[in-house]
């Protein structure tokens, strides 16, 4: 609906991306403390948050989209991702847990220093959004899960390309 309808009239601006900014850290304070729980309908006294927060985040993530876009347009691996999003959002929560996996192993055999020994198992095993480790490993889980769901794709489309040449070559000699 946005790109169809939307659009013509959303003018990015520095101050329209700014503002959108400056809305999303006042609710997230307001609202720290606030469970909302969609499975339920419970939002407490939030009722038009989850209404009016996912509209805002969505309004400035295309306006962020499109800063980095205008600046990093020729570059590939961007180009990259940006083409394949679909394919990192279906595989992300995966390759976390491969990551947390991987922690586990090494936490297992002694390998990791003291700092990172604390493996909770029961969180692991039961909480999807568990990340193991320090907050300065997190970057490990935000680079793993942004960039390996794009290796099976890369290699999937390097198979294709060359079982085309293949075919190509093999309908060349026979003609």
């Given at each position: 609906m946005y790109k169809t309808k939307l659009q013509s009239f959303d003018r990015f601006n520095?101050?329209?991306?700014?503002?959108?900014?400056?809305?999303?850290?006042?609710i997230t304070y307001y609202y720290q403390d606030t469970t909302i729980t969609m499975v339920s309908g419970y939002f407490g006294n939030a009722v038009f948050k989850p209404f009016i927060v996912p509209l805002s985040g969505i309004w400035l993530f295309i306006h962020l989209a499109d800063m980095i876009d205008k600046k990093f347009k020729n570059d590939k691996l961007l180009s990259y991702i940006g083409q394949h999003t679909w394919d990192i959002m279906l595989?992300?929560?995966?390759?976390?847990?491969?990551?947390?996996?991987?922690?586990?192993?090494l936490n297992k055999y002694g390998l990791l220093v003291d700092s990172l020994s604390q493996f909770e198992i029961n969180?692991?095993?039961?909480?999807?959004?568990?990340?193991?480790?320090?907050?300065?490993?997190?970057i490990i889980f935000v680079?793993?899960?942004?960039?390996?769901?794009?290796?099976?794709?890369?290699?999937?489309?390097?198979l294709k390309k060359r079982k085309q040449a293949r075919n190509k070559i093999t309908v060349t000699k026979a003609s």
């Open positions: 520095s101050l329209t991306f700014i503002g959108l900014l400056i809305y999303q850290a006042i595989h992300h929560m995966f390759i976390i847990r491969l990551v947390n996996l991987s922690f586990f192993s969180r692991f095993v039961g909480d999807i959004y568990y990340r193991y480790g320090l907050p300065q490993t997190y680079l793993a899960a942004s960039l390996l769901p794009l290796v099976p794709k890369y290699t999937a489309d390097l």
